[in-house]
């Protein structure tokens, strides 16, 4: 196995159909090579006759065509102009290596220019900002690659069997997509995808991993030689590094909390605009946010509770109750992670479509979703429930990767955004809202979250809004609960059933077949929360 800059080094020699010197009018075209040479590019005529030797930082290079370029050699007028002293006309056999040559050559420009030079680590040197380093900032993107580049959070992924048996099953059941074909893991971790996609018959793998973990994932693809021959990592950002070929197919790991949670999913959809064929396949291919109202009291007052320390009147001497109200507002603003049982939720969920296919990185900063539920029970609406699933579209089999409740747990668990002063609703009564995500640069987003009681009954269609609530919550900042689903205690006649199925392959609402919802048994706590929340107010 070697990493990409081995590779590049080992393709140093490029057959040239024809080579010419434009600073001589008499010079005639003949065939040749150029060859990269430590620091530099030779360009020499198959006479051996050098035609250019010159260092990488002071070449230019410009296209003149599918397969005609020109290299020019920058020099300087006593330090005040710029000037080209030389240049020579290049003719490929054709384009396929001359995309090849201008690749590897943008690409050691790059590692070699003359801000950085070549660094120890095999980053390369970039002298401006890319596109990721523009909208995150530099902290962010520190701690971000600083967490993945560690083996224990790797491991916690991959004994998340849920989501690696899901990916491994996409990927084996689906050889006819992957057999003879190149792929490109964004994001590559470890580098199990790219191992997957090479036992399911990948041509070559290019595994793109930015943080420290790109080591890890090198020695794991050495440790398996008969995979690893076919697999080169690369060390860098899909926004910044060059590959030497088109890809048949992408396949990462790009969803977060929420799906969107680190805002992995646009740099999935710069990789299939810089990289994929124009028919190739994305594993995965779509994805969808689920969401519901859910009733929860055990939940809403565990929260509320967070905050009676700032109750306190006479604490050492000092009077904290005047932080009570910006304590409690602050305990409701983190997102809530954990698993929680389906039969809190109490109306039908709906879903938001988004296809990686399709879908431009600018639609991926702010994601609004109008919300339309019908309460199937009477309850206190504590806030909205979210879950996601993915499609692998595959030639062969359609497989589902589902963080649902009810479903087997995964390390995503579910998501919920509780209100900090519930809504009451009947049955049969219309819950209206807004999901609205807003992305900013600490590689997250905003929440902001409305739900809204409509009138019910006769005459409804007629009436306006009862009651509303809103919240506006940092997904960057959740509430890491993870606890299992309670077991709450059925009655005589209630039995248990699975809430989702999620093995369909259709992406409307109507086709997915949900179990109906039972209710929660309500705790008697309904007083001590009207306390609580008018100590807020």
């Excluded at 809504?423 to 999901?435: D, K, N």
């Excluded at 979250?449 to 919240?471: D, F, H, N, V, Y």
């Excluded at 919550?473 to 689903?485: F, I």
Aim: net charge negative; charged share 20%; proline share 5%.
């Amino acid at each position: 196995m070697e990493d990409f800059g081995e590779q590049k080094r080992k393709q140093r020699e490029f057959a040239l159909a024809s080579v010419s010197d434009l600073s001589s009018l008499s010079s005639s075209a003949s065939p040749g090579f150029a060859r990269f040479t430590g620091d530099g590019l030779q360009i020499q005529h198959e006479s051996h006759q050098i035609a250019l030797n010159v260092d990488l930082p002071a070449i230019q290079l410009f296209r003149l065509g599918p397969v005609q370029s020109v290299c020019t050699v920058e020099g300087s007028d006593a330090g005040k102009q710029t000037s080209y002293s030389r240049g020579v006309a290049i003719q490929f056999r054709n384009e396929e290596e001359s995309e090849a040559f201008h690749c590897v050559f943008q690409q050691w420009k790059k590692e070699f220019n003359v801000q950085g030079g070549n660094l120890p680590n095999g980053t390369n040197a970039i002298t401006s900002k890319s596109k990721f380093d523009e909208k995150i900032e530099p902290s962010s993107a520190k701690m971000y690659f600083h967490y993945y580049g560690q083996l224990l959070h790797q491991q916690n992924m991959l004994q998340d069997y849920v989501r690696t048996g899901t990916y491994y099953a996409a990927v084996i059941e689906n050889r006819a997509d992957f057999t003879g074909r190149v792929v490109v893991d964004v994001g590559a971790g470890s580098g199990i995808l790219s191992l997957f996609a090479a036992q399911a018959g990948a041509k070559h793998v290019y595994a793109v991993e930015a943080s420290e973990m790109a080591e890890y994932a090198r020695k794991l693809i050495a440790g398996n030689p008969i995979l690893g021959q076919r697999i080169t990592v690369i060390k860098g950002k899909v926004e910044d590094v060059e590959l030497p070929e088109k890809a048949d197919i992408l396949i990462s790991e790009p969803m977060g909390t929420l799906l969107v949670n680190e805002r992995m999913l646009e740099s999935y959809v710069i990789a299939r605009d810089r990289f994929l064929t124009p028919k190739g396949k994305m594993f995965p291919t779509v994805g969808r946010i689920h969401m519901a109202p859910f009733s929860d009291e055990y939940l809403f007052v565990e929260i509320a509770n967070k905050a009676l320390f700032w109750q306190q009147p006479n604490y050492f001497g000092v009077d904290l109750t005047p932080l009570h109200g910006t304590a409690f507002q602050g305990y409701f603003s983190q997102p809530v992670v954990d698993a929680f049982d389906p039969r809190l939720l109490i109306a039908p969920p709906m879903f938001h479509v988004i296809d990686f296919t399709k879908i431009k990185e600018e639609e991926l900063y702010e994601i609004d979703i109008p919300l339309r539920f019908t309460a199937t029970v009477g309850a206190r609406v504590h806030g909205l429930a979210c879950w996601f699933d993915v499609l692998f579209n595959g030639s062969t089999v359609q497989r589902w990767l589902t963080t649902a409740p009810g479903s087997p747990t995964t390390h995503w668990y579910q998501l919920r955004c509780v209100l900090s002063q519930p809504i009451y609703v009947m049955a049969g009564q219309e819950i209206t809202g807004r999901l609205h995500l807003i992305a900013h640069n600490a590689q997250s987003y905003t929440i902001y979250l409305t739900l809204s009681a409509k009138m019910w009954g006769p005459g409804a269609e007629q009436g306006g809004i009862l009651q509303t609530s809103s919240c506006k919550l940092d997904l960057k900042e959740p509430y890491y609960r993870m606890s299992q689903p309670q077991a709450y205690p059925l009655t005589q006649d209630q039995q248990p059933q699975p809430f989702l199925q999620t093995q369909d392959i259709h992406i409307q609402s109507q086709d997915l077949d949900e179990a109906e919802i039972m209710q929660q048994p309500s705790p008697n706590s309904c007083a001590q929360i009207d306390s609580l929340m008018q100590n807020a107010s």
